[in-house]
């Protein structure tokens, strides 16, 4: 059964960059034709799409988030990462790691960790 | 584009069905075959319910069904129960820089 699991600080400053990593167990992430991607969440709100990854090298990002956003990953450690860089108050969300089977299908999610920018 | 429209609440008793609307444009929901519908309970991560506009994942009850006509896609849940009252959310591949958009998320209470 294939599992994903988030980790990060929790806590951020603002300015400062946020590094998020995504453990996937039970299946590698190298396998065709899956992406791999981050979804965020900010406190009762809905969702938002960041950007997609293939092992390939092949990376998507939603356009409206600028180019503050980095995903990328270790084959060898099955690891997804994301980075986020100058962070703000409107980045405080539960940033979730997920499986991305066809077009904008998300199969597979990680239970989401929560990170809070905050001085 | 910035989001698909979804009302924000819609509720049924144990039993009946509801629909929920998810309204695009021809960029997104009515071109392409990538809408997919997500359930979330309080404190956890999404759910797929339905994919490919109609496709359901292997372990989604039959109660659970997806259909479009033009630009609106729709999740239909029949026969209601409790453990279904929750957060819906629909999302659709798009044309352009954004790629992927989620709808603003629809609560479901069973009454």
């Known amino acids: 059964q294939l599992q994903l699991q988030e980790s990060g600080p929790g806590l951020v400053k603002p300015s400062e960059t946020l590094s998020l990593t995504c453990s996937v167990s039970?299946?590698?992430?190298?396998?065709?034709?899956?992406?791999w991607g981050w979804i965020r969440q900010p406190p009762g709100k809905g969702l938002e799409w960041i950007g997609s990854?293939?092992?390939?090298?092949?990376?998507y990002y939603n356009s409206s988030l600028k180019s503050r956003f980095t995903v990328s990953a270790d084959t060898s450690k099955n690891q997804i990462f994301l980075e986020v860089t100058s962070v703000t108050a409107a980045d405080t969300a539960v940033y979730y790691c997920?499986?991305?089977?066809?077009?904008?299908?998300?199969?597979?999610w990680g239970q989401g960790t929560l990170v809070t920018v905050s001085s | 584009q910035s989001a698909l429209t979804q009302p924000r609440s819609v509720s049924g008793s144990p039993g009946q069905s509801v629909t929920i609307s998810c309204t695009g444009t021809s960029n997104d929901v009515g071109t392409y075959n990538y809408v997919s519908w997500y359930q979330q309970h309080p404190g956890k991560a999404p759910k797929l319910m339905i994919y490919?506009?109609?496709k359901r994942p292997s372990g989604v009850p039959d109660r659970f069904s997806g259909s479009r006509s033009g630009n609106t896609a729709s999740l239909t849940i029949s026969g209601l129960q409790a453990e279904d009252e929750a957060g819906y959310y629909c999302?659709?591949?798009?044309?352009?820089?954004?790629?992927?958009?989620f709808g603003g998320g629809t609560k479901l209470t069973v009454l």
């Open positions: 039970g299946g590698s992430i190298s396998t065709s034709p899956y992406f």
């Open positions: 990854f293939a092992y390939t090298g092949s990376t």
């Open positions: 490919d506009v109609t």
């Open positions: 999302c659709s591949y798009t044309a352009g820089p954004k790629y992927v958009i």
């Open positions: 997920t499986r991305v089977m066809t077009g904008s299908t998300f199969d597979y």
